[in-house]
């Protein structure tokens, strides 16, 4: 799929200047960029849940500790 993105000038320079230390090409690097930000929000999502369980099993859990 194409996809045209517009970044300003600085976001630009910046992936520009990671690109060429990785050897990877403009595109390749905000790929990476927006794979690891989609598995952080993931992770933070599942986190979330989480903490929401425990709370409503707060009682349970602590009884299961005993």
Do not use: C
């Given at each position: 799929m194409n996809m045209h993105l517009r970044l300003?000038?600085?976001?630009?320079a910046q992936i520009k200047e990671i690109a060429e230390?990785?050897?990877n090409s403009v595109n390749t690097e905000a790929v990476i960029a927006l794979k690891d930000f989609i598995a952080r929000r993931?992770?933070?999502?599942?986190r979330q849940y989480a903490?929401?369980?425990a709370e409503e099993d707060a009682e349970l859990l602590a009884r299961l500790a005993e």
């Amino acid at each position: 799929m194409n996809m045209h993105l517009r970044l300003p000038d600085d976001v630009h320079a910046q992936i520009k200047e990671i690109a060429e230390e990785d050897g990877n090409s403009v595109n390749t690097e905000a790929v990476i960029a927006l794979k690891d930000f989609i598995a952080r929000r993931q992770t933070e999502k599942v986190r979330q849940y989480a903490l929401e369980i425990a709370e409503e099993d707060a009682e349970l859990l602590a009884r299961l500790a005993e």
